[in-house]
C-alpha cells in the first residue's frame, strides 16, 4: 500500500495536510482543500498511477496515510455506486476527471433516508462535508467512462475499514 507516490511526495501531502488541531478544524480543511486543488489540476499525474480498478464497481487506492488522515484515489467504473451513507469523520474530495453524481438525503429516522438534492461534480470540482452536518449521500458514475477522485478522510486507514458512520434505505425519489 502507499506505493503510489513516492516518499517525497507523500510526505510532502501529508505535511501540509495541517492535522495538529484534528480533522476538523478549519486550518484542516482549507488545508485539505488546497491539496485537493493541486492534485485535480494535475490530472495527468492521478491518470498515470497504476490504480486499481474493477468492472462495475469502485475501488479504492490508498497514496498516503497516518494516524489521522488517509489520501485514496478512487476509480469509479461506468455504473459504479456507493450506498447511501453518513461519515464519521471529515471527507474532502475532488474530481480528477469525469464527472461523479452525488445525490443528498435527508434521514427520516435512524435506518431510511429521502433525497433532497443532485449535483453533477466535473472535473476540477472540490468539496469538504463533516460528520456534524447534514452529510448524508450517495455518489454514482452514470457516465460512459472511469470517473477518478482524490478523497481525504480524517480517518486513520489502519483503525477504520472506511469513512462510512451508516447506511441508510432510500424512501421517495
Ligand atoms: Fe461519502
Redesign the pocket.
Known amino acids: 500500500m502507499q506505493g503510489y507516490l513516492n516518499e517525497e511526495r507523500r510526505g510532502a501531502v501529508l505535511r501540509s495536510l495541517r492535522t495538529d488541531e484534528g480533522t476538523l478544524s478549519r486550518d484542516y480543511l482549507a488545508a485539505a482543500r488546497t491539496v485537493l486543488r493541486e492534485l485535480v489540476a494535475m490530472p495527468d499525474l492521478v491518470q498515470r498511477l497504476p490504480l486499481e480498478r474493477k468492472a462495475g464497481g469502485y475501488t479504492r487506492n490508498l497514496l498516503a496515510g497516518n494516524e489521522a488522515v488517509s489520501v485514496w484515489a478512487i476509480v469509479w467504473a461506468q455504473g459504479a455506486t456507493?450506498c447511501i451513507?453518513d461519515?464519521h469523520c471529515s471527507?474532502c474530495f475532488g474530481v480528477v476527471a469525469g464527472t461523479i453524481t452525488e445525490t443528498w438525503y435527508r434521514a427520516i429516522d435512524v435506518a431510511r433516508a429521502v433525497p433532497t438534492e443532485e449535483q453533477e461534480r466535473q472535473a476540477g470540482y472540490v468539496g469538504c462535508m463533516l460528520p456534524s452536518g447534514p452529510n448524508i449521500?450517495r455518489?454514482r458514475n452514470l457516465g460512459a467512462g472511469d470517473v477518478i477522485t482524490i478523497h481525504i478522510y480524517g480517518f486513520d486507514h489502519e483503525a477504520h475499514a472506511s469513512?462510512?458512520e451508516t447506511e441508510y434505505t432510500a424512501v421517495g425519489g
Request: glycine share 0%.
Open positions: 456507493t451513507h461519515h471527507c449521500h455518489m469513512s462510512i
